[in-house]
């Protein structure tokens, strides 16, 4: 009856008015549109790729939001194609098409297919099971479509939910309403594996007698870990070296608010220091925000780095897909997002032996806050806090290696993920 009346409910109201807003929105965030135009086509395109396909091997299917949550899967998708599977990944975000567009990318190579996921009317969801005909539609993190969770249900169809996360708070279960919208999606999973206990006992309270929610651990230890020891390294300018190296990465304005004044006055007290600037949107307007802001200190972007002068102190990355190797050369890291939507990744600085910093909204990432806990890492409010905090470091620098000598080796304990999940996703796909 719950689950009947939310499908009515997402079908006849939430769908048609997300339809209105979002091609309201189109017409103000280029983003929005980006996404629309880009899915132009793909029915086609998976036509194609699935006609390509080997019938005798299952075929599982992963959903991923964004660039982030791809790298979740990763580890995992290796693992189900060396065990004879072949793999299909579908993704939300037009950040994840830009990510699995870069030239030098080998990330899907072995992949049957990686578009965007269709809009999720119930007359999509059909045509595209019925196209991939998938063995196990896999769902990392949290990104939940209902139509296509229920639909894949009652075709009986398995799925499960990897690296599973609800954030403190998170309107899935912190209010009735959202706890019964879960409870019909949650039922039709197989398996719920989750990246900590804190994330099973949400998951629970929505959904409090289902048989297979368990603690995993999250992919992306392993994901970074495996990328890391396999990276190409940027080559930075000369300058750089025997310099100590700062990366801010995946910098959004609001973060750029707090930071910029900070790390001016560190570039004018302490000669050693090296600044690497690479925001998260890489916008012309972006870039020369900063290319101002540092208008008295030498600068170069990373397109005309060969043309560095040897006295540059900043290198402005104006392009995508280069800052996990960035970070290897990282004596310390602000990681953005964190004064936006959600801290972004800083996992790959810290895999990378970096000591980190992030802003205040870091509840969406499990490994902020145990590494909080065990003050491995730095929440940053404003631009005083963020000031104190490099000048600390700055000022110690031998411990600002130690600590993240211990950042690293907090990574590589979490790893393990990826194996224990596997066997969940193959069971009974041979």
């Given at each position: ?10 079908n ?10 979002v ?5 103000y965030?280029?983003k ?7 899915r ?18 299952p ?22 194609i060396a065990?004879?599977?072949e793999?299909?990944?579908?993704y ?11 030239p030098d990318?080998t ?15 119930i007359h999509n ?6 196209l ?8 990392v ?25 609800i ?13 019964s ?6 039922e ?20 409090p007698?289902?048989?297979q ?22 080559q930075l ?20 608010s ?6 001016q ?76 939507t959600?801290v972004?990744?800083i ?10 910093a ?16 065990q003050k ?26 130690i ?5 690293k ?19 009974g796909?041979?």
């Amino acid at each position: 009856m719950t689950s009947r009346f939310w499908f009515l409910t997402y079908n006849i109201i939430l769908i048609p008015l997300l339809s209105v807003i979002v091609n309201i929105l189109a017409s103000y965030h280029s983003k929005i549109n980006e996404s629309i135009e880009k899915r132009k086509g793909l029915w086609e395109r998976l036509e194609e790729a699935v006609s390509k396909r080997n019938w005798q091997k299952p075929l599982i299917w992963f959903h991923v939001a964004s660039a982030g949550e791809f790298l979740q899967a990763q580890p995992l998708i290796v693992r189900c194609i060396a065990e004879g599977a072949e793999c299909a990944v579908t993704y939300s975000s037009v950040n994840a098409y830009h990510w699995l567009q870069r030239p030098d990318q080998t990330e899907t190579q072995n992949l049957l297919v990686t578009e965007f996921l269709p809009v999720d009317k119930i007359h999509n969801v059909r045509r595209l099971l019925g196209l991939l005909q998938p063995s196990r539609l896999v769902w990392v993190s949290y990104d939940l479509w209902p139509n296509l969770v229920w639909e894949t249900y009652r075709q009986g169809i398995p799925q499960s939910l990897v690296s599973g996360i609800i954030h403190v708070g998170s309107l899935r279960t912190s209010f009735f309403a959202g706890r019964s919208f879960y409870h019909s999606l949650y039922e039709c999973l197989e398996h719920i594996l989750n990246v900590s206990e804190a994330d099973s006992q949400r998951v629970l309270s929505a959904i409090p007698d289902h048989p297979q929610v368990k603690v995993m651990g999250d992919t992306r230890c392993d994901s970074v870990l495996e990328r890391r020891d396999n990276i190409e390294i940027p080559q930075l300018p000369p300058a750089a070296k025997d310099s100590f190296v700062f990366v801010a990465g995946s910098t959004w304005p609001q973060d750029e608010s707090c930071i910029f004044s900070g790390l001016q006055e560190a570039l004018n007290k302490f000669p050693e220091l090296f600044l690497v600037l690479a925001p998260h949107e890489p916008t012309e307007e972006h870039l020369e925000n900063a290319e101002n802001f540092f208008s008295g200190t030498p600068m170069v972007r990373w397109s005309h780095v060969t043309e560095a002068a040897l006295d540059v102190r900043i290198l402005l990355i104006d392009s995508v897909g280069i800052l996990a190797g960035l970070y290897y050369s990282a004596k310390m890291a602000y990681v953005g997002g964190a004064f936006t939507t959600g801290v972004h990744n800083i996992l790959e600085p810290v895999a990378m032996g970096a000591a980190v910093a992030f802003g205040p909204k870091h509840n969406n990432s499990m490994e902020a806050l145990t590494m909080l806990e065990q003050k491995l890492a730095t929440t940053v409010n404003n631009s005083t806090e963020f000031r104190n905090w490099i000048f600390d470091i700055l000022g110690n620098q031998e411990n600002c290696i130690i600590l993240g000598r211990e950042s690293k080796k907090f990574v590589e304990t979490q790893a393990g993920a990826a194996d224990l999940c596997t066997p969940f996703l193959m069971n009974g796909l041979s």
